[in-house]
């Protein structure tokens, strides 16, 4: 799943001034239907991709410089206004953690955000369904479960393939779990840290990943509302 975003690039004034609710905040606006939600009459252009949303927090990548400690607002659907804080970052991702956890109903209604039209409902880089399987792959091995296992096949630990291609552990670890995808242009490094043939690390076919998804997210709404997953209907404008 990922989610398009824009986020101001300056903070955002509060009424109340030198305590933690009344510090700066920068906002930011999800995409919805193609535009960003709550961002008024100008076009704006995405510039963060939220590559992961729990009910804690989630994952961001982005080019702005964002400093830990630093608090982002936004809106998300059927939780209204919440307030997220930097907590890590690495490059260019960055770990941030909700104010309050989300409800299941706001976090089933915030994955689905990740569907909007201009989103991609797979991974940048792979294949349609039925396409051929990279060499050594298995049936429905995604990019980062072959990762892992490639570096757990090989020996090694998330800090021995970050230190020999210069990244930090947390980055690996995005990767591996799907949080992230390592840049097209760094997969040959990355297959001869792990000592594998780059065309190891070729894209594969995608998987039914947009039906578990609203699957997963069925099952949340329904438990929240106390009725069954086949009562609740799920409708994505394309």
């Known amino acids: 799943m990922a989610i398009k975003a824009h986020l101001d690039q ?32 100008d076009r704006l ?19 702005l410089e964002l400093v830990e400690g630093e608090q982002l607002a936004l809106d998300l659907p059927e939780a209204g206004a919440v307030i997220a804080a930097v907590v890590w970052r690495s490059e260019n991702l960055y770990g941030c953690a909700f104010a309050a956890p989300l409800t299941a109903a706001a976090l089933a209604a915030a994955q689905l955000q ?46 021995d393939v970050a230190a020999a291609l210069g990244v930090s552990k947390p980055t690996v670890w995005a990767w591996e779990k799907g949080k992230a995808r390592p840049l097209p242009e760094r997969l040959d490094a990355i297959a001869a840290a792990l ?23 069925r099952a949340r709404i329904a438990e929240a509302c106390g009725t069954t997953p086949e009562s609740v209907r799920i409708m994505i404008e394309l």
């Open 114 to 159: 990740g569907f909007a039209p201009g989103v991609p409902t797979r991974p940048q880089g792979t294949a349609p369904a039925g396409g051929p399987l990279p060499a050594g792959a298995a049936p429905g091995e995604g990019l980062g479960t072959r990762l892992n296992r490639l570096r757990r096949e090989a020996g090694l630990t998330l800090a």
């Open 195 to 217: 000592g594998v043939d780059p065309e190891m690390l070729a894209a594969a076919p995608a998987s039914r990943e947009i039906e578990g998804v609203i699957a997963d997210c």
């Open 45 to 63: 252009a995405a510039n963060v991709t939220i590559h992961n949303i729990s009910a804690a927090g989630l994952l961001l990548e982005t080019a």
């Open 10 to 41: 300056q903070p955002i004034s509060t009424l109340a001034e030198g305590n933690q609710r009344g510090a700066p905040r920068r906002a930011l606006w999800l995409e919805t239907s193609g535009f960003f939600a709550g961002a008024g009459p």
